[in-house]
């Protein structure tokens, strides 16, 4: 009899064993957010279209978390009615949903225009493009103190 229950336990251990192996041996880890480390950086890639021979230099600000970075786009080196810059973020673990916030002004009237946005959950940079020749075709939101306007990036149904 002992033979048997032998031959019983050891194949419930086997089976035993191997179930949990392929529970949480071959289950794939998703990633759910940019952790800042080696390649896995958090970047928005901010693109400004509508350029103009009468466009002023246009300073972009984009802030995520606790770090915020500026990029001057100069009027006088203009060689095309768009541009584009990549902002990158070493060294900080953006969350799936956590907010960034891309601001623009001119220095023809210092009005800030400013686009809200989410870390989304691929594995991708975030594109923000931003309309700086004339009227925005986007909703404006708010103002505040009269020289501030944001818009959202996300259509309101």
Not at 93 to 106: D, F
Request: aromatic share 10%; glycine share 8%; proline share 4%.
């Amino acid at each position: 009899m002992f033979p048997l229950m032998k031959a019983y336990f050891l194949a419930i251990a086997i089976v035993l064993a191997l179930g949990f192996g392929l529970l949480f041996g071959s289950t794939p880890s998703r990633v759910m957010a940019e952790s800042g480390v080696g390649k896995d950086v958090f970047k928005i890639v901010v693109s400004l279209y509508g350029i103009t021979d009468s466009t002023k230099d246009i300073i972009t600000i984009v802030n995520v978390g606790d770090q915020t970075k500026v990029k001057l786009h100069n009027a006088g080196n203009s060689t095309s009615d768009k541009t584009s810059y990549v902002f990158t973020f070493p060294g900080l673990t953006v969350e799936n949903g956590e907010p960034y916030t891309v601001c623009t002004m001119s220095t023809e009237n210092f009005n800030l225009k400013c686009e809200h946005g989410q870390n989304s959950p691929f594995n991708r940079p975030e594109f923000v493009d931003i309309n700086v020749g004339g009227k925005s075709s986007e909703k404006v939101s708010e103002k505040f103190n009269g020289n501030v306007t944001e818009s959202s990036s996300e259509k309101k149904k």
